[in-house]
């Protein structure tokens, strides 16, 4: 169906940007006292905070803040990073410190947030035959490349719990990005199995459809390319980019040029919880996207105090698949950042998973989870069994580096405190857990 034009009489939202000027008048809002903020202002001189006037007007319920979801969802929290680590950086705020010693302190703390996890950085670096990494690049499973287009480096608003953040946080040794469109070309063109590429960030709708297109219309070139996919919150943080913003419609034709190539063209649908679908707006940036003929794939974390009701997930995917959208991943969060304030244990993970699975029709049980998405590969948490007489976490990998442990079920020994796969150990008497020995 082709895309009709937005329509040129209706009002234009601008997208206004707020961050750090504004986050204590916004703490303020939510109804944090002065210590409260101080602390929060420090977690955010560590981890990056961004909004924008939409999440702020639309989404957050702020006679709810700051326990409001949405508000947590994009909002740093006092407490969000180690206490000794929020009180130093607090007092050096407070006590007026040089630029280059808070600077200095803030990286020291950083660097023992595991910027990069998963072997990013060194295990997915896609190479040359002489040996040379390919900057902005990763190449973790054969069949899909990963790329950071320069320009794309940044979001609309950003989560909380992102495990992204060195993206956004003004250090290049921890940045990942390439703007080099025809590097990209090359690289999938000469090599025949890579099927799959997924445009990444931070968010590539940030970017203008132009430069969007330099990037994705060159690989259209590519015979053995079957799908492009995009990674985007978009869709649920600023929808008028698909609705109103002044090169909304070039977007959808870019999008029809891809699917009319015969590829597939997927957006990969960041939603964390039901309200996001609430707007008008986002429904109708839906619409407009699925009339262009791409798909529209939905993924998010299991995050604590944001989405770690069974309810939220159920209703988030019965409203997606009402509207034509397709529930993909529910993902454990990730081993980097803050992830010891916003990890749910996976034994709990799975009890939510379960029971929102239980409350959806076949349309909805697309959805996998809980995954990990780990060093070795996607792993997903297919339960609790009793094996040869002691509690075991049954797991698959969905997706590996090494394509013979795809599908393959294993066991671990139960914890009920474990929160990542190096937390989990093999049952007595097994060998290491596969991908790990």
């Known amino acids: 169906m082709a895309v009709q034009n937005s329509d040129p009489h209706g009002d234009r939202p601008v997208f206004r940007a707020l961050s ?8 303020a809002r939510a109804g944090l006292d002065e210590q409260d903020r101080l602390r929060a202002r420090a977690v955010a001189e560590v981890l ?11 989404l957050i319920d702020w006679e709810a803040a700051p326990d409001d979801p949405m508000y947590r969802l994009v909002f740093p929290q006092p407490d969000m990073l180690p206490r000794a680590d929020v009180d130093r950086i607090a007092g050096m705020l407070r006590g007026g410190a040089s630029a280059d010693r808070l600077r200095a302190d803030v990286h020291d703390i950083r660097l023992r947030l595991n910027p990069h996890p998963s072997g990013q950085l060194d295990l997915n670096a896609p190479r040359l035959d002489d040996g040379e990494p390919v900057q902005g690049m990763q190449h973790k499973y054969a069949e899909t490349l990963l790329f950071f287009p320069r320009q794309g480096q940044t979001c609309h608003a950003y989560c909380s719990y992102c ?16 703007g080099d469109a025809e590097a990209l070309r090359s690289y999938v063109a000469t090599h025949p199995e890579i099927t799959s590429v997924l445009i990444t960030g931070g968010d590539p709708l940030i970017m203008s459809s132009a430069v969007l297109a330099r990037y994705i219309e060159p690989l259209l070139e590519v015979p053995h390319l079957e799908s492009v996919r995009i990674g985007t919150k978009a869709l649920s943080y600023w929808p008028h980019r698909f609705l ?17 190539s015969g590829r597939n063209l997927a957006l990969m649908g960041h939603y964390s919880h039901p309200r996001e679908l609430e707007p008008t707006a986002a429904q109708r940036a839906l619409r407009r996207v699925q009339d262009s003929g791409a798909v529209v794939r939905c993924q998010a974390p299991l995050i604590r105090g944001v989405n770690d009701r069974a309810e939220d997930w159920a209703v988030l995917w019965r409203r997606l698949v009402a509207q034509g959208a397709v529930p993909y991943y529910m993902f454990v969060e ?5 992830q010891d304030y916003f990890a749910v244990p996976l034994a709990r993970a799975h009890a ?19 995954i990990m998405s780990a060093t070795p590969g996607k792993v997903q948490v297919d339960g609790v069994a009793e094996v040869a007489g002691r509690r075991a976490f049954v797991l698959h990998y969905v997706q590996a580096r090494d394509p013979e442990l795809v599908g393959r079920p294993f066991f671990a020994a139960y914890d009920p405190d474990a929160r990542w796969l190096t937390d989990l150990k093999p049952l007595p008497g097994d060998g290491p857990l596969p991908g790990l020995g």
Do not use: C, I, K
Not at 352 to 360: D, K, S
């Open 20 to 27: 750090l000027p504004h986050l204590d008048a916004l703490l």
């Open 48 to 58: 990056p905070f961004r909004t924008n006037s939409y999440v702020v007007d639309e």
């Open 163 to 178: 495990f992204r953040w060195p993206q956004f946080v003004g250090e290049p040794d921890l940045r990942m990005a390439s």
């Open 244 to 260: 109103t913003d002044p090169d909304a419609d070039d977007l959808l034709r870019l999008f029809e040029r891809v699917v009319a």
């Open 334 to 338: 990730r081993d980097t950042g803050p």
């Open 352 to 370: 939510l998973f379960r029971e929102a699975y239980a409350q959806v029709s076949g349309l909805a049980r697309t959805v996998r989870g809980p």
